[in-house]
């Protein structure tokens, strides 16, 4: 997930580059749609920004049913270090 992430990170870098990159400047601004360009580049990012936000939801409900299950298992074995170390590794991660 984090890896994911990170793509999406460069994505959007990548977007802030190409919005640098092609907004014409003053001498060719007749040559350029400016308006189209930013809606594309608008549409890109906001594309991006939809599925990261989908993938941080999925990443927390499925840290969320790990961390249920351990804590289920927890208390039904309440000696075991191993498994609090895990519970509070996963609860961290929400």
């Given at each position: 997930?984090?890896?994911?992430?990170?793509?999406?990170?460069?994505?959007?870098?990548?977007?802030?580059?190409?919005?640098?990159?092609?907004?014409?400047?003053?001498?060719?601004?007749?040559?350029?749609?400016?308006?189209?360009?930013?809606?594309e580049l608008y549409q890109s990012l906001m594309d991006a920004h939809?599925?990261?936000?989908?993938?941080?939801?999925?990443?927390?409900?499925?840290?969320?049913?790990?961390?249920?299950?351990?804590?289920?298992?927890?208390?039904?074995?309440?000696?075991?270090?191993?498994?609090?170390?895990?519970?509070?590794?996963?609860?961290?991660?929400?």
């Amino acid at each position: 997930i984090q890896e994911l992430l990170r793509v999406m990170r460069t994505i959007d870098d990548r977007i802030v580059h190409e919005l640098n990159t092609t907004i014409p400047t003053a001498s060719f601004v007749g040559k350029i749609d400016a308006g189209q360009t930013c809606k594309e580049l608008y549409q890109s990012l906001m594309d991006a920004h939809t599925s990261r936000e989908r993938i941080i939801k999925n990443c927390i409900a499925q840290t969320s049913s790990v961390v249920k299950t351990l804590r289920e298992e927890r208390e039904k074995a309440q000696d075991d270090v191993a498994l609090l170390k895990q519970l509070r590794k996963e609860q961290t991660k929400v």
